[in-house]
């Protein structure tokens, strides 16, 4: 089974950045939709962006576009968030997750599976 580890998060004045890391062992993760998630406290998991398994196309959510940038490195088996212009709003823990098939347009969890432990993002001052 392909396990994923997010990396990356901390806390962040507003207006900063940070970039998650989403990684795999295995080179499985090469031919899937990875996609970002975020749970903030009391709200239902959101999906923030997603990334087709070429790396060409993306998608985001309202939210985020932007100022978010999805990427990845096949040949290291990592999926990446750039956030930049973070906001308090922002604050969540943040997932990533696999998918063998493009998700419809709002990014639903229920698509993806493999979900990582995620990683705390907090954005106060």
């Known amino acids: 089974q392909l396990q994923l580890v997010e990396s990356g998060g901390g806390l962040v004045q507003p207006g900063g950045s940070l970039r998650l890391s989403c990684a795999s062992a295995?080179?499985?993760?090469?031919?899937?939709?990875i996609g970002w998630f975020r749970q903030a406290p009391g709200e239902e998991r959101e999906g923030v962006s997603c990334?087709?398994?070429?790396?060409?196309?993306?998608r985001y959510a309202e939210s985020v576009r932007g100022r978010f940038t999805i990427s990845r490195d096949n040949a290291k088996n990592t999926v990446y968030l750039q956030m930049n212009n973070l906001k308090p709003e922002d604050t969540a823990i943040y997932y990533c997750?696999?998918?063998?098939?493009?998700?419809?347009?709002?990014?639903?969890?229920?698509?993806?599976?493999?979900w990582g432990q995620g990683t705390q993002v907090a954005v106060s001052s």
């Open positions: 997750a696999a998918s063998s098939g493009w998700p419809p347009a709002n990014i639903p969890p229920r698509n993806f599976n493999s």
């Open positions: 295995k080179s499985t993760l090469r031919s899937l939709v």
């Open positions: 990334i087709g398994s070429g790396g060409t196309v993306k």
